[in-house]
């Protein structure tokens, strides 16, 4: 009990942008939330661009970021090889070896999932590298094949950092919050993509790695199902308590 004439000191009331933030938090969380917003956005940035001419915003924020130095390169070439493919099976491996099988068994599906999708989408869309587009692009490095929406790279960022996030302590998802966006402007500044191209490769990364965990959440509720369904005629076969 509280000594008399004492009174229990409230929480401080939390802000509209804090409650909305939580919110925010709370709805991504659920997979079903993270598909839709996927979808949806997939459909709004393919939608979006047209295989024979770049509209003038996009043109722009291209042009701000593939026109930065050359001595970028460097680093933005070590940041970039987080999307490519083969940081899947480097992630997945290292999921292993620190214990988590069920990580690296998510890190390998969505990884490859969103590597392998995004060229069904680049055959569908068949939109040009920025290069065609796009006069007076800077290229760097090895030239990009192919066609450009949507970048591989960014789905499989994305992909990988959505799956690891919530076994992350703060260090690591800070980390990871700040690759995942530097791996679509890498993409832009070499001169391999579009913004659009990357916006469409965050919605895919985004929808391959909801629908895995999906999944994952249907086969564990069936897995417990059976094993509930097994052990019920097992407890029924005991003696009533006297």
């Not at 969380?29 to 997939?42: H, M, Q, S």
């Not at 940035?45 to 024979?52: E, F």
């Not at 392998?116 to 587009?133: C, F, G, H, N, Y």
Request: aromatic share 4%; proline share 8%; with cysteine.
């Amino acid at each position: 009990m509280r000594p008399a004439g004492t009174y229990a000191r409230s929480a401080p009331p939390q802000s509209p942008a804090g409650k909305h933030d939580v919110s925010l938090r709370e709805a991504l969380a659920d997979p079903r939330v993270r598909l839709g917003v996927g979808i949806a956005a997939l459909l709004a940035t393919a939608s979006a661009v047209r295989p024979d001419r770049v509209g003038p915003g996009e043109a722009r924020a291209f042009q701000a970021v593939n026109g930065l130095p050359d001595a970028v390169y460097p680093p933005a070439w070590v940041v970039m090889q987080l999307g490519a493919f083969g940081a899947v099976p480097a992630a997945a491996v290292t999921a292993a070896l620190a214990g988590d099988r069920e990580l690296a068994g998510r890190l390998l599906v969505g990884g490859t999932g969103a590597w392998a999708l995004s060229k069904l989408v680049k055959q569908i869309v068949r939109r040009p590298r920025p290069t065609v587009l796009l006069p007076g692009t800077r290229g760097r490095g090895r030239d990009a094949a192919g066609l450009g929406y949507l970048s591989g790279h960014a789905a499989v960022a994305v992909a990988l950092g959505a799956a690891a996030l919530p076994r992350l302590g703060p260090a690591g998802r800070a980390l990871t919050l700040t690759a995942i966006p530097l791996v679509g402007l890498t993409r832009v500044y070499v001169g391999a993509h579009l913004p659009l191209d990357i916006a469409g490769g965050v919605a895919l990364g985004l929808a391959v790695e909801a629908a895995a965990a999906l999944v994952k959440r249907s086969s564990c509720a069936a897995a417990g199902a059976r094993r509930a369904s097994r052990a019920a005629p097992a407890a029924s076969r005991w003696p009533a308590g006297r």
